[in-house]
C-alpha cells in the first residue's frame, strides 16, 4: 500500500448480511480519496466480490482472505477506517475490538452496537444499511481528514474504555434501582 493512501478495513465473513457488496460500490465512488479497502474474510461471495471490485473500485480493493483472530490487532493498526455495513448484526463485536485500536468507525444502522459505541461526527457514523450513497457521504470526511480520523479513533478509544465489567455492573445496579424505585410508588 502506498504511503499516504487511507486504508478502510472489512473484517468478517463475504457473506449476503454482512454486505460487503454496499462498501465495495462506496469505495469505488471514492476515487479522490485514493483509499485502498481491505477486505478480511473468505466466503461463499468472495468471486462475485472480485468481480464487482474490478468493475466499480478497480486497483482500490484487496482480498485478504480468512485471518485467524490473533492476526486481525495488526489489521486494526494498519486500518484508518473501519467499516461495517451489515443488514443484521445483533452487536458487532468487531466495533469494540477496533475502537480499542483507536480507530474511527462507520456502521450500518442494523448493527446493534451502533446506539451504544457510535457517536456520529465524533468517533464515525451510521448510515441507512444497504445505502450506498450514504455510505460514501458518510465515509468521504474520514478518508479525506487526517486530523479528523485522528481525533476520532482517540475518541474511539476513550469511549470503548468505558466498557468494562465494572461499567456494566454500575449499569446494571442503576436499572435495578430504577425498577425498584418505581414499583415502590403507590398505584
Known sequence: IEPGRPVILFCA???SVKDPATLIRAVGRMAEANPVLLLAGDGELRPCLEKLAAEVAPSLVKFLGFRNQTELPAFYDLCDLFVLPSV???WGLVVNEVMNAAKPV???DKIGSSH???QRGINGDVFPAGDVDALAAKMRPWLLGAALRARGGAESLRLIN????????AGMRQAV?????NDSRPA
Open 177 to 181: 434501582e430504577a425498577i425498584n424505585t
Open 162 to 169: 468505558h466498557w468494562s465489567f465494572e461499567e456494566n455492573l
Open 88 to 90: 443484521f448484526e445483533p
Open 106 to 108: 462507520i456502521v450500518s
Open 13 to 15: 465473513k463475504l457473506i
Open 116 to 118: 451504544d459505541l457510535v
